[in-house]
């Protein structure tokens, strides 16, 4: 049981460049999120899925792009990266409405845009 | 009034010392707060957490205390030790709702 699995784990890229995250959770969740950590300001909500097929904004989308074509993987896109991408990625999921649930999260992705 | 303020932002213990990490948030509607930890190369993993029925909550050597009132909740770690050296998120959440507010976090040290 995996759990939360993120790909690749360090990843760096040139200004201008795209690339995608991927994630994938082996517990059934319908729930999953995307997060950006940055020291000093926690963990931001980039976007999140309530279920195969939905995906809606969090407070820092702009720059990024989701897909969930599958219930278990939720993918965020950099269509084209801006070294104020440079952070640390998260991919967390929950059973159900993660207002009041726990979050299972991976163990992240180290991007740097240079 | 979504926002969670937490602190200190880093924090440093003596082994077998008592650690203390504060949070204050605004919104009334909130009725979840979870404590994650996480260590260095690792995603937060959940710790702790406590609904605003109970002004306390303890698992081993953590503690939650929650002041409704004073709408603030804090971490209380007990013989602190160096495992326990990581970064602390408390977050925030509404039953119903589609996700956490997390505060800024907290790095904690604990020297042997």
């Known amino acids: 049981n995996a759990g939360v699995t993120q790909t690749p784990k360090f990843r760096v890229l040139k200004t201008g460049q795209s690339m995608t995250l991927l994630c994938a959770q082996d517990?059934?969740?319908?729930?999953m999120y995307w997060y950006r950590q940055d020291p000093g300001m926690g963990l931001r909500l980039i976007h999140y899925?309530?279920?195969?097929?939905?995906?809606a904004k969090g407070e820092v989308p702009d720059g990024y792009n989701v897909s969930r074509l599958k219930k278990q993987n939720f993918l965020l896109g950099l269509e084209s990266a801006a070294p104020s991408q440079t952070s640390v990625y998260f991919c967390?999921?929950?059973?159900?409405?993660?207002?009041?649930?726990?979050?299972?999260f991976g163990d992240g992705t180290r991007l740097s845009i240079l | 009034q979504q926002q969670v303020k937490q602190s200190p932002q880093s924090l440093i213990v003596q082994k077998g010392g008592i650690s203390i990490i504060n949070c204050a948030y605004e919104?009334?509607?909130?009725?979840?707060f979870p404590w994650y930890q996480q260590f260095p190369g690792k995603g937060p993993a959940l710790l702790i957490a406590?609904?605003?029925?109970?002004s306390e909550k303890k698992e081993g050597r953590f503690t939650i205390s929650f002041n409704k009132s004073a709408k603030q909740f804090s971490l209380h770690i007990m013989d602190s030790q160096p495992g326990d050296s990581a970064t602390y998120f408390c977050?925030?959440?509404?039953?119903?709702?589609?996700?956490?507010?997390f505060g800024q976090g907290t790095r904690l040290t604990i020297n042997p």
């Open positions: 919104n009334t509607a909130f009725d979840y």
């Open positions: 977050a925030a959440g509404i039953q119903g709702a589609q996700k956490l507010v």
């Open positions: 517990m059934n969740h319908e729930y």
């Open positions: 967390a999921s929950s059973f159900r409405q993660g207002g009041n649930q726990p979050q299972h």
């Open positions: 406590i609904r605003p029925d109970v």
């Open positions: 899925s309530v279920g195969e097929g939905t995906t």
